[in-house]
């Protein structure tokens, strides 16, 4: 009898050790298990080329050798609107032309609020002023933080006499700007080229 007793009692503490290792290993699991960070396709952007555009246009300025320009076709477009369009990237910055008469500061308040627009989405929005006498290039550049804005980088320039230039970046896909991250870097780095070489026609 006693040998029996002990190899029930024996058999029952290794079960008891064996539930208790497996009951153990799991709260541990639970307690820390470390999810991974989110991660995103790698983006293989192009090169910074550039080369210029200079036509019959009252202004130039270089832009990206991976980009191509194409009249703007919708139904409000008017003379010297054009898309500058990034096949690679699916994305495109869209140029609008206008007059002046007497209305600059109308159209650099339409400007400002375009760029107000992204803010419900916007965790931040901060201006760079573009001051260039000697080139008559006057302006702001507007750059909008935020994973579901959908315009990231707006911007106008001026000579303040006759001609005034709105700019937009804007993706050909819903916008997921955390994973856009380095495109998005690329494109405020191709428009502040561009608006660096801006040059207005006499």
């Not at 192009?46 to 320009?69: L, N, R």
Request: hydrophobic fraction near 40%; charged fraction near 25%.
């Amino acid at each position: 009898m006693n040998f029996f007793n002990k190899k029930r009692r024996t058999l029952f503490l290794i079960v008891s050790i064996v539930m208790a290792l497996i009951s153990t290993s799991c709260v541990n699991d639970e307690e820390y298990y470390n999810p991974k960070p989110r991660g995103y396709f790698r983006i293989d952007l192009p090169s910074t080329e550039y080369q210029v555009f200079d036509t019959a246009f009252p202004f130039s300025f270089e832009y990206s050798k991976h980009a191509f320009i194409a009249p703007h076709e919708s139904k409000d477009a008017e003379p010297y609107w054009i898309d500058i369009s990034y096949p690679d990237l699916a994305a495109t910055i869209y140029i609008s032309h206008k007059v002046i008469k007497n209305n600059l500061y109308e159209y650099t308040e339409d400007s400002r609020s375009f760029a107000n627009k992204h803010i419900p989405k916007a965790n931040d929005l901060f201006e760079l002023i573009v001051d260039d006498p000697k080139s008559r290039v006057f302006g702001k550049i507007y750059h909008i933080d935020g994973s579901g804005v959908a315009s990231t980088c707006q911007f106008w320039v001026t000579d303040s006499v006759r001609n005034f230039v709105r700019g937009s970046v804007y993706f050909d896909m819903m916008p997921n700007n955390d994973s856009l991250a380095p495109v998005i870097d690329y494109l405020r780095n191709d428009v502040l080229h561009m608006i660096n070489t801006f040059e207005w026609k006499k």
